[in-house]
């Protein structure tokens, strides 16, 4: 928690703070985000969506940070004296990093790149994105972290899934069903001498040879 008071002490009172969260039922279903905007004049504001019924934490970490700035486009807009330099803290350095490194394979990154340079364009202040850990009694992060779960189990909607998204929900799901035949069937002491018989010993054999 030290650390990460010190890294929010270095950026200005008069800045815009904005928190930023994502969450997902087993880190792929059921995503929802939350964000909690903390102005220079102690007004604050909070979101809290869902993501989609099939949404990984990444992606939600994605949308919160999205969310976060296009509310900021319509604050700025309608309120123009609210204007000011902003920094977005979020725990999630992986997205932090491909926005750094232009790695946009997901949908939601390159949605989320495309916000933030139109959002630069048309306004002429400083943002900054500041990855800071997760879980550190950070007031506005944990906040963040409470509407995201509150995002996740609001209403879902059927929404297009990424690639990456897909295949880790087949390895979970997967995983979750050899995990739950194993423990049924162990309770029978069955299961592991049937799975192994499944695999021919000319098969094993044939394999050996080509390792060789």
């Known amino acids: 928690m030290i650390t990460a008071q010190k890294t929010l002490d270095t950026y200005p009172e008069h800045w815009i703070h904005v928190y930023t969260d994502g969450s997902a ?36 970490e994605a949308f919160a940070i999205e969310a976060a700035v296009v509310q900021l486009t319509s604050v700025f807009s309608l309120y123009p004296e609210k204007t000011h330099n902003i920094v977005i803290f979020s725990d ?16 939601s990154l390159k949605s989320l790149f495309l916000t933030i340079d139109s959002f630069l364009k048309t306004y002429d202040v400083d943002l900054t994105l500041q990855w800071i850990p997760g879980h550190c009694n950070i007031t506005g992060h944990e906040r963040a ?17 990424s690639f990456r998204t897909a295949q880790q929900i087949i390895r979970n799901n997967s995983m ?36 060789k």
């Open 25 to 60: 039922f087993k880190g792929t279903i059921n995503g929802g985000y939350g964000v909690r905007i903390q102005y220079p004049d102690k007004t604050k504001e909070e979101l809290s969506e869902s993501c989609g019924s099939y949404c990984s934490n990444y992606e939600a």
């Open 92 to 107: 999630s350095k992986s997205v932090l990093e491909a926005l750094q490194n232009e790695s946009l394979q997901n949908s």
């Open 145 to 161: 972290d409470t509407l995201a779960k509150k995002g996740s189990t609001a209403q879902q909607q059927n929404t297009t899934t």
């Open 176 to 211: 979750e069903e050899w995990l739950n035949g194993w423990a049924k069937a162990k309770q029978a002491d069955h299961y592991l001498p049937t799975w192994q018989h499944q695999i021919p010993k000319t098969a094993l054999i044939s394999l050996r040879e080509e390792i």
